[in-house]
């Protein structure tokens, strides 16, 4: 059973820092391409973060350039995001995605970030 659980969201004051993570179970985690994607109310679901299977290459969006950081784990089969200098407008919900070309995409439930003073 695939199973994608985010975890750290919460309240943060604007400037302020939050680390989110992700376990993976169920399928062969070194293989997949991880990525972060956020939504806000209203708005469509937009990608963070990316990270290739071994770690070595890693994407942003452009409004988190120089702000957030993704990494992984493949021993422990876990996929971060740090995220630092917040703003209000990154108040969405974090969702965590395994992708492997040709296969199904698996998402997690979603972890609420919400910044404001």
């Known amino acids: 059973q695939v199973q994608l659980v985010e975890s750290g969201g919460g309240l943060v004051q604007p400037g302020g820092s939050l680390r989110l993570s992700c376990a993976a179970s169920g399928f062969i985690f070194s293989s997949y391409f991880m990525s972060w994607y956020r939504q806000a109310p209203g708005k469509e679901r937009e990608v963070v973060a990316a990270?290739?299977?071994?770690?070595?290459?890693?994407s942003y969006g452009d409004s988190v350039k120089g702000r957030f950081t993704i990494s992984r784990d493949n021993a422990k089969n876990t996929v971060s995001l740090r995220m630092s200098s917040l703003k209000p407008e990154d108040t969405a919900v974090y969702y965590c995605k395994a992708t492997l070309p040709g296969q199904l995409a698996y998402w997690g439930q979603g972890t609420q970030v919400t910044v404001s003073s």
């Open positions: 990270i290739n299977p071994s770690g070595g290459i890693t």
